[in-house]
């Protein structure tokens, strides 16, 4: 699925590369602007284009003049802004909702002057607001253009360059580059996302808890009891932990609900559940033997094994150092975590979407035992290195935690050895489990110790042991999570009868909605089907180009010209997609019929394949002159009764214990190539 999205898109930017010149322009002013630069990850955009230089669908120098161009403009607008409005555009809005990082790009400039314009477009955040400080500031014009012009001349080939270098290695993976491309892709993303929602979680949260702490601080003083004592000494205001206190109250709340959220819906098997599989089927389309080397070395950096050795280094180092407080809370944090996890897998019996890939305890699924142990693994760590270091630099502790969790729980899903939600489920145990430790252990003051060390000894465990055992077990593990597709066999004459039914009975979307009622089956060759309908008026829709997109922004397109947009069954998309205009309502609505692929096969006849869709009646309203919108009706009668007398023998079932209603009779319409 996201591998046919990827080359949709890669084939339009190689037929219309002036939109990529165009974006990558306006994403590079977009990192000058206030506000939008600092959330907006125009960087990641302009390097995975860049990374489609050595395919052909993109040129270099256009590519790094419409960087350099983009940049330029950016900061001078951003700058020419500041210099109209002074100081009072920092006051208004939405500048003013974001104080911090005004504060921060002041100090910037103020310590490194009228350089700052230049270094300030290879630092995050910061970038977006300088041009505009310096414009306030009065900096001289001048000097400003000559900083902005030779730093968008540096930044544009520092960046594009690199991506071009990745894009020419991936090139050598032949048909593999593609899914690895969009893995990294992905994995990119994904850090991305989560560490952009812990920051904003941090920024809102932090304040809110820093309140409710007060507050909870104010009541304890007015009682007299053993509870109210603790919540007075750990909530004292005068203590120098205090918003590092807040911030693990932030972190348990949100992580807590969100494992609790996530243990409901595994219990009680809401939408979560059922965008696992699509989810998983998602990624196992992205399976390649690069990509999965690559995972498989990455999950095994977290295998038991490798938690148990840093664990035990980490261990010895502190009773080496005599912290012996702190020994015990990080051997209670691994193991507790461990045990806690094992004992939430055995009472779920949850099985894991390869069921044979483990035994005993190890085969249930839920939570992710990689995910927890690792989570608070390297999570207590960072929370242990952050306590001795300066408040600037804790960030880049969890930060690295973070990016070091994420990969190891991210292969999990990629191998196919845990759900989504698995992961998720562990990932926030684990976070929840290392602020019930924190708030405990910063009860007292902290045992005297050497972040620096610390931090050395557990990387150089992790270094030693964890490719030691990539070296040992690389090989048996790439044959034990090697992808093996669940693909159910039966004769026809059996699903003719009644095997139908194991095929779902609605689509399934990518948030685990469901959706329309899934009222065809087809077994036989998709170019078979595909003749029958077009011989009836059926046709192949548009495709997706510049030209035929716009029709969405007008009211003359008729309804059967315009492209389909994509739906997604379990996390794939449609292989065949038919449009027919509805002759009662030709200006205003069409028939859209679409087949994805199941997998069930035919084991007795030639064209094994079963195919299971949907026909939807799509109306079109134009409620400005400028727009399309389309919904979906809901006469799905109708609409499958469309396909009778499409191919022979024919039949129409219904499923067993199926209630009609007002849209749907409960009925399915099988058809076959007569083969069977």
């Known amino acids: 699925m996201?591998?046919?999205?990827?080359?949709?898109?890669?084939?339009?930017?190689?037929?219309?590369?002036?939109?990529?010149?165009?974006?990558?322009?306006?994403?590079?002013?977009?990192?000058?602007?206030?506000?939008?630069?600092?959330?907006?990850?125009?960087?990641?955009?302009?390097?995975?284009?860049?990374?489609?230089?050595?395919?052909?669908?993109?040129?270099?120098?256009?590519?790094?003049?419409?960087?350099?161009?983009?940049?330029?403009?950016?900061?001078?607008?951003?700058?020419?802004?500041?210099?109209?409005?002074?100081?009072?555009?920092?006051e208004s809005w939405p500048i003013n909702r974001h104080p911090d990082l005004v504060t921060r790009s002041e100090a910037f400039?103020?310590?490194?002057?009228?350089?700052?314009?230049?270094?300030?477009?290879?630092?995050?955040?910061?970038?977006?607001?300088?041009?505009?400080?310096?414009?306030?500031?009065?900096?001289?014009?001048?000097?400003?253009?000559?900083?902005?012009?030779?730093s968008a001349l540096v930044w544009a080939p520092s960046h594009i360059l690199p991506a071009v270098l990745v894009g020419s290695v991936f090139k050598q993976f032949g048909a593999a580059a593609e899914p690895l491309a969009i893995l990294v892709v992905i994995l990119i993303l994904t850090i991305w996302a989560a560490i952009h929602a812990v920051r904003l979680s941090l920024r809102y949260g932090i304040p809110l808890a820093l309140l409710a702490t007060q507050r909870l601080h104010i009541?304890?003083?007015?009682?007299?009891?053993?509870?109210?004592?603790?919540?007075?000494?750990?909530?004292?205001?005068?203590?120098?932990?205090?918003?590092f206190l807040a911030l693990l109250a932030v972190v348990l709340i949100g992580s807590a609900w969100l494992f609790f959220g996530i243990l409901e819906d595994v219990v009680s098997g809401d939408p979560l559940v059922r965008a696992d599989a699509a989810i998983y089927n998602a990624l196992q389309d992205l399976r390649t033997g690069p990509g999965d080397a690559l995972m498989i070395a990455i999950t095994e950096l977290g295998d038991t094994v490798v938690v148990a050795a840093v664990t035990a280094a980490v261990f010895l180092w502190l009773a080496w150092k005599r912290t012996w407080r702190t020994a015990a809370f990080w051997l209670l944090a691994v193991a507790g975590a461990s045990a806690i996890n094992t004992a939430i897998k055995v009472a779920l019996h949850r099985t894991r979407p390869a069921e044979l890939l483990y035994s005993g305890s190890s085969a249930f699924s839920f939570p992710s035992g990689h995910s927890t142990t690792n989570t608070v693994l390297y999570g207590f760590l960072a929370f242990l290195i952050a306590l001795g270091l300066r408040p600037a630099w804790r960030l880049s502790a969890a930060f690295t935690a973070t990016f070091v969790v994420l990969l190891i729980a991210f292969s999990r899903v990629y191998l196919g050895a845990h759900w989504f939600s698995d992961v998720t489920g562990g990932l926030a145990f684990g976070t929840a489990w290392i602020a019930v430790l924190g708030f405990t252990y910063l009860r007292k003051p902290a045992e005297p110790y050497s972040p620096v060390g610390l931090a050395i000894v557990s990387i150089t465990a992790l270094a030693l042991t964890g490719s030691l055992n990539v070296y040992r077990h690389h090989s048996s593990d790439t044959t034990r999570y090697a992808f093996k597709p669940v693909v159910e066999t039966m004769t026809s004459s059996n699903w003719w009868t009644n095997g139908w039914e194991s095929l779902p009975s609605h689509r399934i979307d990518m948030f685990g909605e469901i959706e329309e009622p899934m009222t065809v089956q087809w077994a036989g060759s998709l170019s078979v089907i595909q003749q029958d309908l077009q011989n009836k008026g059926w046709r192949t829709p548009a495709p997706w180009t510049a030209t035929n997109a716009l029709g969405w922004l007008t009211a003359k397109a008729a309804p059967v010209e315009l492209p389909v947009v994509p739906r997604l069954a379990s996390g794939r998309l449609p292989t065949l997609t038919l449009v027919l205009a509805n002759d009662k309502m030709p200006e205003t609505s069409r028939f859209v019929l679409r087949l994805w692929a199941s997998d069930l096969e035919l084991s007795d006849t030639n064209s094994s394949e079963v195919w299971i869709g949907s026909v939807v009646d799509e109306h079109f309203a134009r409620p400005i002159s400028l727009i399309t919108i389309s919904e979906t009706r809901s006469n799905v009668n109708e609409s499958r009764d469309l396909l009778l007398g499409a191919s022979q023998p024919e039949r129409l079932v219904a499923r067993s214990g199926s209630a009609e209603n007002a849209d749907w009779d409960g009925r399915i319409l099988l058809l076959n190539d007569g083969s069977r």
């Open 2 to 90: 996201v591998a046919s999205f990827f080359s949709a898109v890669t084939e339009f930017i190689a037929a219309h590369p002036h939109f990529a010149y165009a974006a990558v322009l306006l994403l590079a002013l977009s990192e000058s602007a206030p506000v939008i630069g600092a959330v907006v990850p125009g960087t990641a955009v302009i390097l995975a284009i860049s990374a489609l230089v050595p395919t052909g669908a993109v040129t270099l120098w256009p590519l790094l003049g419409a960087a350099v161009v983009g940049a330029i403009l950016g900061d001078g607008l951003s700058f020419w802004i500041g210099h109209r409005y002074n100081q009072k555009i920092l």
């Open 109 to 150: 400039f103020a310590r490194h002057g009228d350089k700052s314009v230049f270094i300030a477009r290879f630092v995050p955040g910061v970038r977006a607001f300088i041009p505009l400080i310096a414009g306030a500031l009065r900096m001289r014009v001048s000097r400003f253009y000559v900083a902005n012009i030779l």
């Open 219 to 243: 009541w304890a003083a007015s009682r007299d009891s053993r509870f109210s004592r603790i919540v007075l000494d750990l909530l004292d205001p005068a203590r120098p932990d205090m918003r």
